[in-house]
T-cell receptor, first 113, second 113 residues
Framework: GENVEQHPSTLSVQEGDSAVIKCTYS??????FPWYKQELGKRPQLIID?????GEKKDQRIAVTLNKTAKHFSLHITETQPEDSAVYFC????????????FGTGTRLQVTL | SQTIHQWPATLVQPVGSPLSLECTVE??????LYWYRQAAGRGLQLLFY??????ISSEVPQNLSASRPQDRQFILSSKKLLLSDSGFYLC????????????FGSGTQLSVL
């Protein structure tokens, strides 16, 4: 089955700096890669996703890049703000009738003033 | 719009007691439904998924079971809870035709003592 590795496990940046979180996946059939943000005690929220026919996608301060050859994808947050502090999860899926996402282990991002 | 309801929000149960967590989805029909578990400070582990009434697939052998008695209702159960069953349980759904975007319920924090 699919295996998703995520790094780093914790990340501390100063407000205004950029943050990058990286994930690798093992199943070359995977073709959908979402990112979720989870604040303490809350549900994970989908923030951005990318499909394998696209190399990069951007939404305001958030961008995701995908390298299918190397089987890795990354989340980039620019101009970080304190409200970006949360745990971020990457995931991968080979789409089917029931989309079974395999999640990474999460990155705890702390944005300091 | 679609909404997902999950209850209770918190639950403290003694070892050996039964468990029933319920989840319902509104505003859509024939959803794919999922139960995930998140141990403290850990990632998201898929426990069960369902593509239709009475159709349950188990991802991990364990002390838990799931049932789908109605199209938009998903129930997680146990006959006898173990200490290791403690965690944050999340129900989730995807649309049948666009199965990738996964949306989570608000979660149940279960503590088995």
């Amino acid at each position: 089955g699919e295996n998703v590795e995520q790094h780093p496990s914790t990340l501390s940046v100063q407000e205004g700096d950029s943050a990058v979180i990286k994930c690798t996946y093992s199943d070359s059939a995977s073709n959908y890669f979402p990112w979720y943000k989870q604040e303490l005690g809350k549900r994970p929220q989908l923030i951005i996703d990318i499909r394998s026919n696209v190399g990069e996608k951007k939404d305001q301060r958030i961008a995701v890049t995908l390298n299918k050859t190397a089987k890795h994808f990354s989340l980039h947050i620019t101009e970080t703000q304190p409200e970006d502090s949360a745990v971020y999860f990457c995931a991968a899926s080979s789409t089917g009738t029931a989309s079974k996402l395999t999640f990474g282990t999460g990155t705890r991002l702390q944005v300091t003033l | 719009s679609q909404t997902i309801h999950q209850w209770p929000a918190t639950l403290v149960q003694p070892v050996g007691s039964p468990l029933s967590l319920e989840c319902t989805v509104e505003g859509t029909s024939n959803p794919n439904l999922y139960w995930y578990r998140q141990a403290a400070g850990r990632g998201l582990q898929l426990l069960f998924y369902s593509v239709g009434i009475g159709q349950i697939s188990s991802e991990v052998p364990q002390n838990l079971s799931a049932s789908r008695p109605q199209d938009r209702q998903f129930i997680l159960s146990s006959k006898k809870l173990l200490l290791s069953d403690s965690g944050f349980y999340l129900c989730a759904w995807t649309r049948r035709d666009r199965g990738e975007k996964l949306f989570f319920g608000s979660g149940t924090q279960l503590s088995v003592l």
